[in-house]
């Protein structure tokens, strides 16, 4: 099945500076990669997703990027804010309305004043 | 639309009780899931279901049962508590929506075993 990694574990950045969270993903038949954030006693939510028939989207401060080829893929969070601190997640299924959806372990960002 | 909801928000059981977590919603998803959250291991998929009368296994299924008698409801259940189940519980229902396939959480349910 399907196994999500996710690094790093946590991550502390400046305010106004980039973060990038990585993943990797182990089935080359997945195609739909979300990504989730979850603020502190909040349910997650979606932030951005992509498929695999496009390698970057970008809405506002927040890209995602793929590379089929090496089964990775990374969410890019430009001029950060405090309200960007929160846990992220991404995850990885075939888009099929039959398909389970597999989170990575998530990514800790803090976002210094 | 309420969404996903979730009942209870919390319990607290004793090893070898046994209870059922609820999850409804109103979005007509004919997919629905279960995860438990735990620190440092994300989100993990318990059971899953692609519709009414049809649920499958995720990555950690042992200890819990789940049905889908109807589209709505897909309720999770534990048989015989353990400690290792202390967790945070979140149902999700799945659909698309303005172009996303996008899963819909419910509030979470934080069970704590004794």
């Known amino acids: 099945g399907e196994n999500v990694e996710q690094h790093p574990s946590t991550l502390s950045v400046q305010e106004g500076d980039s973060a990038v969270i990585k993943c990797t993903y182990s089935?080359?038949?997945?195609?739909?990669f979300p990504w989730y954030k979850q603020e502190l006693g909040k349910r997650p939510q979606l932030i951005i997703d992509?498929?695999?028939?496009?390698g970057e989207k970008k809405d506002q401060r927040i890209a995602v990027t793929l590379n089929k080829t090496a089964k990775h893929f990374s969410l890019h969070i430009t001029e950060t804010q405090p309200e960007d601190s929160a846990v992220y997640f991404c995850?990885?299924?075939?888009?099929?309305?039959?398909?389970?959806?597999?989170f990575g372990p998530g990514t800790s960002l803090s976002v210094i004043p | 639309n309420a969404g996903v909801t979730q009942t209870p928000k919390f319990q607290v059981l004793k090893t070898g009780q046994s209870m059922t977590l609820q999850c409804a919603q109103d979005m007509n998803h004919e997919y629905m899931s279960w995860y438990r959250q735990d620190p440092g291991m994300g989100l993990r998929l318990i059971h899953y279901s692609v519709g009414a009368g049809i649920t499958d296994q995720g990555e950690v299924p042992n200890g819990y049962n789940v049905s889908r008698s109807t589209t709505e409801d897909f309720p999770l259940r534990l048989l015989s508590a353990a400690p290792s189940q202390t967790s945070v519980y979140f149902c999700?229902?799945?659909?698309?929506?303005?172009?996303?396939?996008?899963?819909?959480f419910g509030p979470g349910t934080r069970l704590t075993v004794l």
């Open positions: 992509i498929r695999s028939n496009v």
């Open positions: 089935d080359s038949a997945s195609n739909y």
């Open positions: 995850a990885a299924s075939i888009e099929t309305s039959y398909d389970k959806v597999i």
């Open positions: 999700a229902s799945r659909g698309f929506r303005g172009g996303r396939n996008e899963q819909f």
